[in-house]
C-alpha cells in the first residue's frame, strides 16, 4: 500500500494521540471528517494500523528496573523460541537482530532482583540460548513524548 502525505499526517496525529477523534483528525489534516473515517479505515484494513494502545510510564507502573538483554541462541526453529519468551510477562519488546548477537530483548521488572530472576531463572533456562548479555537501563524516554 502506497502512503500519501495525508496518510502519513494522519498516522502522526494518531502516533501523538491515539485516543484523538476522527474531528479532530480531519481538521488537523484539512481533509473531511468523513474522508478521515475512510482513510483510518483503509489504513487499518490494511494493516498499517494495527492497534491503538496507551503509552504508560513503566517507572510509575511499578517496574523500577529496565534492561536490555542480548540472547545468543542455538540456530533452533526461530517461531519455537518467539513462543516461549511471549510467555514471559516481563518483555517489553522482542526484535530478531543480525550481527554479534541473534535476539535483543527490552525487559521491565520490579526491581533487580525481580530483574535477575528473569534473566537467569528463565531467560537462561530456555535450551536455545546459549548466552545473555545484559545492559540495565539508568533512564529511558520515547522520543514522541518529547516532540
Known amino acids: 500500500m502506497e502512503l500519501d502525505d495525508i496518510d502519513l499526517a494522519i498516522l ?8 484523538a477523534s476522527m474531528s479532530a483528525i480531519a ?10 473515517y475512510a482513510r483510518v479505515a483503509r489504513l487499518t484494513d ?6 491503538f494502545s496507551a503509552r504508560v510510564d ?27 519468551l ?7 519488546h522482542i526484535a530478531l537482530v543480525g550481527g554479534e548477537v541473534d535476539i535483543l530483548l527490552l525487559v521491565r521488572a520490579r526491581d533487580n532482583h525481580d530483574l535477575r530472576r528473569v534473566v537467569l531463572e528463565q531467560l ?22 518529547e516532540r
Open 12 to 19: 502522526g496525529e494518531l502516533k501523538r494521540d491515539g485516543r
Open 27 to 36: 481538521q488537523a489534516t484539512h481533509i473531511s471528517r468523513a474522508s478521515a
Open 46 to 51: 490494511a494493516g498499517v494500523i494495527t492497534g
Open 58 to 84: 513503566p517507572v510509575r507502573a511499578g517496574q523500577r528496573s529496565s534492561a536490555y538483554v542480548a540472547l545468543s541462541i542455538d540456530q533452533s526453529p526461530w517461531q519455537e523460541l518467539r513462543a516461549q
Open 86 to 92: 511471549i510467555q514471559i510477562p516481563e518483555i517489553a
Open 124 to 145: 537462561q533456562a530456555i535450551p536455545a540460548v546459549r548466552s545473555t548479555r545484559t545492559w540495565l537501563i539508568f533512564e529511558d524516554f520515547d522520543p514522541e513524548d
